[in-house]
């Protein structure tokens, strides 16, 4: 992401919140902290998740609701868990999801039904699904190594996915829940 990107604030996004795991991963996001709001760590902005979207539609109508719940129509609610840890070249580590493709291919649907949200803002057109644990200037080999580790010793829960959150980022940059819409029952 572009730090003139990650600078913005009162975005809306579509998320998987996994909160189950913040015993587990707060371990480096407690000691982690956005480049673009660098006195505060990530624990104190946001829950562990994975982001589907963002940015969402600047100001979410029950129309948006509604095209989001027709998107996800079809998927069925299934079991989500983080075996490994990764990190992208900028040094973001990052634990990744399972199952990775039926993930991916759940964001595609939600990038399908609103073609006018590029995942990013377009700087990141084609988005690897992940679970941040430490930003780019904590994060690096170290960290990835001490997760994977971790992961082998004490494997981190397993969650049911029954629905993405809708969220909303205030002008400190703290985001908040505002909705949800259930998966296929």
């Known amino acids: 992401m572009t730090e003139a990107w990650a600078a913005r604030t009162e ?14 991963t707060d371990r480096w996001r407690a000691v982690s902290r956005s480049s673009a ?50 990190q992208f070249p900028n040094g973001t580590a990052w634990l990744k999801p399972e199952p990775f493709d039926q993930v991916r291919a759940l964001l595609l649907t939600v990038f399908e039904a609103f073609p006018e949200c590029p995942p ?39 969650v049911q996915l029954t629905e993405l959150g809708l969220w909303r980022e205030d002008a400190a940059g703290v985001w908040r829940q505002f909705g949800a819409v259930p998966l296929s029952a």
Do not use: C
Not at 11 to 24: D, F, G, K, Q
Not at 57 to 86: C, M
């Open 11 to 24: 975005l809306t996004a579509i998320l998987i919140t996994v909160p189950e795991l913040a015993a587990y």
């Open 37 to 86: 709001r660098p006195h505060v760590p990530l624990t104190e902005l946001i829950p562990p998740h994975v982001t589907v979207l963002v940015p969402w539609v600047a100001e979410p109508t029950d129309d948006d609701v509604a095209r989001l719940q027709g998107a996800l129509s079809t998927v069925k609610p299934f079991e989500l868990s983080f075996p490994t840890a990764g």
């Open 120 to 158: 990013y803002g377009g700087d990141f057109p084609d988005p690897h699904p992940h679970l941040t644990i430490s930003s780019s200037t904590q994060g690096g080999p170290e960290v990835v190594a001490e997760a994977n580790a971790a992961l082998a010793a004490t494997p981190a829960p397993t």
